[in-house]
């Protein structure tokens, strides 16, 4: 489940960057600096985490996934909900 959160980050920032470039080069208003750095950094933090939880077991890949759930968390609310 916590790859599934990993990847759509991935997809979501790749998205952001696509509409951050298209609005670039119309000159329509797009995402700002926050959101345009926000989303790659927390799809980053996420795969890493994931790819913790994939190669250990135990606790340790708990806590990774549910780092993974954090960082899905708080990248919705900080950059999309505020």
Known sequence: ??????????????????SG???M????PGP???????HPVGAVLALVAQRL???RTG????GA?????AITAANVMIL???
């Open 59 to 62: 606790i340790v890949a708990a």
């Open 25 to 28: 080069s119309t000159g329509a």
């Open 32 to 38: 700002g600096l926050l959101i345009l750095i926000g």
């Open 80 to 82: 999309w909900l505020a």
């Open 53 to 55: 939880a994939d190669r």
């Open 21 to 23: 470039v298209f609005a």
């Open 1 to 18: 489940m916590t790859g599934s959160f990993a990847a759509g980050l991935v997809v979501l920032a790749v998205v952001v960057l696509g």
């Open 65 to 69: 996934g549910a780092a993974v759930l």
